[in-house]
């Protein structure tokens, strides 16, 4: 069946034309309009969401300063100092551990000095001859060492004698850290918190004997 075509009224006509010339001129134009305008849109999105992306990132850094900062520090070795009728000693353990990680014994009589270094050398063996390096400070002291059985299974300690001299007592007063070598291992220990065990340690051994045992 045909379509029918009905007559468009001329006002009609003219309503469309005017309709149509309306919205050419509110179409944008200019550096705002059309593409323009949607690509500006854009980039202040992209712009929010860098600096979105920017904030999640520095928070996330304050809060991994926050938990680290919670961590709880590892304990702190402990120096004791004792004494008996002819050797006065110097140690250095950490809590829990099964020997003292340094013992440092003086005999001012016979005039003789002795370390022992919890270092265990990977490559040495028990019986082996090893040099052992002390320092502190200006002052470091080469020692000829043996190796020997640990307390602790598995490992293995390292053990000095010298005659007795100044710059070993040297030792435990110049600067805060003690550094102990042996090949393929080492230890510092803290010399800045020993306080008065140190201190009656070097003064003993500047004697011509050991102190008498307290009664």
Do not use: I, Y
């Amino acid at each position: 069946m045909p379509l029918l075509r009905l007559p468009v009224h001329p006002a009609l006509r003219a309503l469309a034309a005017v309709a149509a010339l309306l919205a050419g001129f509110c179409q944008p134009t200019g550096p705002f309009g059309g593409a323009d305008l949607h690509a500006a849109q854009a980039a202040d999105t992209q712009s929010a969401a860098g600096t979105s992306t920017a904030k999640s990132g520095g928070k996330a850094a304050k809060n991994k300063a926050k938990a680290a900062a919670k961590v709880p520090a590892k304990p702190a070795g402990v120096w004791t100092f004792s004494r008996d009728d002819e050797a006065v000693v110097l140690q250095f353990r950490m809590p829990g551990a099964p020997a003292a990680t340094l013992v440092a014994t003086c005999r001012p009589g016979p005039g003789l000095f002795q370390l022992v270094a919890e270092l265990s050398p990977p490559k040495a063996q028990v019986g082996d001859a090893v040099r052992l390096v002390v320092a502190a400070g200006r002052t470091k002291v080469e020692f000829a060492a043996s190796v020997f059985p640990s307390v602790e299974a598995g490992r293995r300690a390292v053990e000095a004698q010298a005659r007795l001299e100044p710059k070993l007592v040297q030792l435990f007063q110049e600067g805060e850290q003690l550094h102990l070598t042996a090949p393929g291992a080492s230890a510092t220990l803290p010399l800045g918190t020993a306080g008065r065990a140190v201190d009656s340690f070097t003064d003993a051994c500047r004697t011509t004997r050991a102190l008498p045992a307290k009664s």
